[in-house]
């Protein structure tokens, strides 16, 4: 009885999937569908008008029936050898695995769509290319990368003169600088944005203008602003009925009130967020609402809805792998049917034969042989995908005992480390003592000496004591300084925020130095050796600010997103070339830093010009 049950259930999903395929959609008498169903029109009128439906009325909202549709057409591109039509689906499919999550098969669909729009000296094909390569990119944290397919993108588009291809390029080159904190410079992006936009009479294209402007103004802490700029997406948002611009716009809202630790507008915020992020069957939408609407009770203190949305939250990566189960589930039974007998075919052949009343019985028991054998694949396809899940759990056991073997021989090294990690802070803070605090001692001693020497004839030992009690003074501001910024917060008891931001008081202050902390998504604790690790680069960051920089202002961004972190640490200082700098310099740290970012398997990235500043950033998987 549950076989059956399962059997069915899996049948109804193929059947709602595959159903815009055999031609009983609702919109069959869509134009576009209807040019896509004429056989006497030319083969490339009918492909374009196809990809055009299913952008229409499947891409967004239905996407598993846009992903077996977008396969029919890329069958039927490739029987009809259209190489710009065939370009155009990979563009499709890689919009589609972005949704899916499969970043690399994306990659993969928009670089061969590249390919062919070179072959094809096509610029807007290879604009358009370009742009999904970026976001790829951005998926996986390589900023570098998708800026410079972002930039290629935006010269592609320039020299079409395409104003909302060059919109969009601006828009993402921008989302470069403002994921990087550089809110001035993603400004002058997103402003230029909007301004073509505007020009081109795009009122979607302007209102994802305004909703960058907004985010980027939310940085630089401007919140009256960022709304001004969020209620006018919402505007456009409505007068358009665009759910996707509406979803958009209320998150960054509600990131405004969260910012702002203004509750009481967070939560309706955060509900409008839900409920369009529900229409637009969005799920990472549906995940910030959730997240939104936990902190917004938790700051009103509503403690049984604070607990409801606590386990929405720990729920939700659970049904968002289930979802992801069913999808993959379905691409699986939609790749099985892709032959060039289809089921499409097949009831085209039939219809056309129909002449008399036996022939509609045959088709019928022909439906009832292909339901029955569909019925019979979903039953294999789940029980195959049983057996992958127990190889996937046992392969996952096998990889915990494996990590579990290293853990265990790192125990050593890692003691070993820090030991040499310890050593090495002891000679440096010898270092710094012999530096700074031992040279106004020594100067202090022989001020002394000379004045015992000397006391009876000399004149001036007022002046002379002076000198000393200043020189001592020195001495004490210096080893308190020190003192300070080697003992910044108990990680154990505080965490790395707590200790971060009391390493910025304590910095701040020394040679006209003020010090910023500005921080996302740090509410849960990290693992502690991690921590420690983290709080020590920072450290030395901050010392190098300090000896070095010759700044006035130094700021540390650290942003938890998903699964990783980003640690910013900037300065207004002199700056300096950083191809002329050596990683293994000694007196900088950069070696230190360097390693420690290794062994979390991280990236660091310096920027610095002479008199502009430097920028050090750090993104660690998590």
């Given at each position: 009885m549950g076989i059956k049950c399962i059997t069915t259930n899996f049948t109804i999903i193929l059947c709602f999937i595959l159903l815009p395929l055999l031609g009983f959609s609702q919109k069959q008498q869509d134009s576009l569908f209807s040019i896509w169903k004429n056989t006497q029109l030319a083969d490339t009128t009918r492909a374009n008008a196809y990809n055009e439906f299913i952008y229409k009325n499947y891409f967004e909202n239905k996407t598993d029936s846009a992903y077996a549709m977008a396969l029919r057409?890329?069958?039927?591109?490739?029987?009809?050898?259209?190489?710009?039509?065939?370009?155009?689906?990979?563009?499709?499919?890689?919009?589609?695995?972005?949704?899916?999550?499969?970043?690399?098969?994306?990659?993969?669909?928009?670089?061969?769509?590249?390919?062919?729009?070179?072959?094809?000296?096509?610029?807007?094909?290879?604009?358009?290319?370009?742009?999904?390569l970026g976001v790829s990119y951005k998926k996986v944290f390589n900023l570098d990368e998708a800026k410079t397919y972002y930039e290629k993108s935006l010269e592609l588009s320039k020299a079409i003169s395409d104003t909302i291809l060059i919109s969009q390029s601006l828009?993402?080159?921008?989302?470069?600088?403002?994921?990087?904190?550089?809110?001035?410079?993603?400004?002058?992006?997103?402003?230029?944005?909007?301004?073509?936009?505007?020009?081109?009479?795009?009122?979607?294209?302007?209102?994802?203008?305004?909703?960058?402007?907004?985010?980027?103004?939310?940085?630089?802490?401007?919140?009256?602003?960022?709304?001004?700029?969020?209620?006018?997406?919402?505007?456009?948002?409505?007068?358009?009925?665009?759910?996707?611009?509406?979803?958009?716009?209320?998150?960054?809202?509600?990131?405004?009130?969260?910012?702002?630790?203004?509750?009481?507008?967070?939560?309706?915020?955060?509900?409008?967020?839900?409920?369009?992020?529900?229409?637009?069957?969005?799920?990472?939408?549906?995940?910030?609402?959730?997240?939104?609407?936990?902190?917004?009770?938790?700051?009103?203190?509503?403690?049984?809805l604070t607990v409801k949305y606590l386990e929405l939250v720990k729920e939700f990566k659970i049904n968002i792998d289930d979802l992801q189960a069913i999808r993959t589930l379905a691409k699986i039974k939609i790749d099985n049917h892709r032959t060039k007998d289809s089921l499409i075919h097949i009831n085209h052949t039939l219809k056309a034969g129909l002449t008399h009343q036996n022939e509609k019985a045959n088709l019928f028991f022909a439906w009832g042989g292909s339901l029955a054998l569909l019925s019979g694949i979903a039953f294999l396809v789940y029980i195959n995908i049983k057996r992958k899940q127990h190889k996937a759990e046992k392969e996952r056991q096998e990889e915990i005992n494996e990590k579990e073997k290293i853990l265990k021989d790192l125990e050593l090294s890692t003691i070993d480390a820090m030991i040499e990690g310890q050593e090495k802070e002891r000679q440096r803070l010898a270092s710094d003592l012999h530096d700074s605090v031992g040279a106004s001692v020594a100067a202090a001693k022989l001020q002394f000496e000379y004045f015992v020497t000397h006391q009876n004839e000399n004149t001036d030992s007022e002046e002379l004591t002076k000198k000393?009690?200043?020189?001592?003074?020195?001495?004490?501001?210096?080893?308190?300084?020190?003192?300070?910024?080697?003992?910044?917060?108990?990680?154990?008891?505080?965490?790395?925020?707590?200790?971060?931001?009391?390493?910025?008081?304590?910095?701040?202050?020394?040679?006209?130095?003020?010090?910023?902390?500005?921080?996302?998504?740090?509410?849960?604790?990290?693992?502690?050796?991690?921590?420690?690790?983290?709080?020590?680069?920072?450290?030395?960051?901050?010392?190098?600010?300090?000896?070095?920089?010759?700044?006035?202002?130094?700021?540390?961004?650290?942003?938890?997103?998903?699964?990783?972190?980003?640690?910013?640490?900037?300065?207004?200082?002199?700056?300096?070339?950083?191809?002329?700098?050596?990683?293994?310099?000694?007196?900088?740290?950069?070696?230190?830093?360097?390693?420690?970012?290794?062994?979390?398997?991280?990236?660091?990235?310096?920027?610095?010009?002479?008199?502009?500043?430097?920028?050090?950033?750090?993104?660690?998987?998590l």
């Open positions: 057409l890329m069958d039927f591109t490739e029987a009809h050898q259209l190489k710009k039509q065939k370009a155009d689906v990979l563009i499709l499919l890689g919009g589609i695995e972005h949704i899916f999550g499969d970043t690399s098969k994306a990659a993969m669909h928009f670089g061969a769509s590249l390919e062919l729009y070179k072959e094809l000296n096509n610029i807007r094909g290879q604009a358009k290319a370009n742009n999904g828009i993402n080159i921008g989302n470069i600088y403002n994921w990087r904190y550089k809110s001035d410079k993603a400004l002058e992006y997103f402003t230029e944005s909007l301004r073509l936009s505007k020009a081109a009479v795009n009122k979607r294209e302007e209102a994802v203008a305004l909703i960058n402007i907004s985010s980027a103004y939310i940085q630089k802490k401007d919140f009256k602003r960022s709304e001004s700029y969020t209620n006018e997406a919402i505007k456009i948002g409505d007068s358009l009925n665009d759910f996707h611009v509406l979803v958009n716009a209320y998150r960054e809202l509600a990131f405004k009130y969260l910012k702002q630790k203004d509750y009481d507008n967070l939560i309706p915020a955060a509900e409008k967020v839900l409920d369009y992020g529900k229409k637009t069957s969005n799920n990472q939408m549906i995940g910030s609402a959730y997240y939104y609407l936990l902190e917004g009770n938790k700051g009103k203190r509503n403690f049984d000393i009690s200043t020189l001592l003074e020195d001495a004490y501001a210096e080893t308190r300084s020190m003192s300070h910024l080697k003992n910044s917060g108990v990680m154990a008891k505080n965490g790395l925020l707590p200790a971060v931001e009391r390493l910025a008081e304590n910095a701040s202050g020394i040679n006209g130095l003020e010090f910023e902390v500005h921080s996302f998504g740090l509410d849960q604790r990290l693992e502690n050796t991690m921590e420690i690790s983290i709080f020590r680069m920072i450290q030395e960051l901050v010392t190098n600010v300090l000896k070095h920089a010759k700044a006035t202002q130094g700021t540390i961004h650290i942003t938890n997103h998903f699964d990783n972190l980003n640690i910013m640490v900037e300065d207004n200082g002199v700056g300096f070339n950083p191809n002329q700098l050596s990683k293994t310099a000694k007196g900088i740290g950069i070696s230190c830093i360097d390693k420690r970012v290794e062994h979390l398997e991280g990236k660091l990235t310096i920027e610095s010009e002479i008199n502009k500043g430097t920028t050090v950033i750090i993104d660690i998987p």
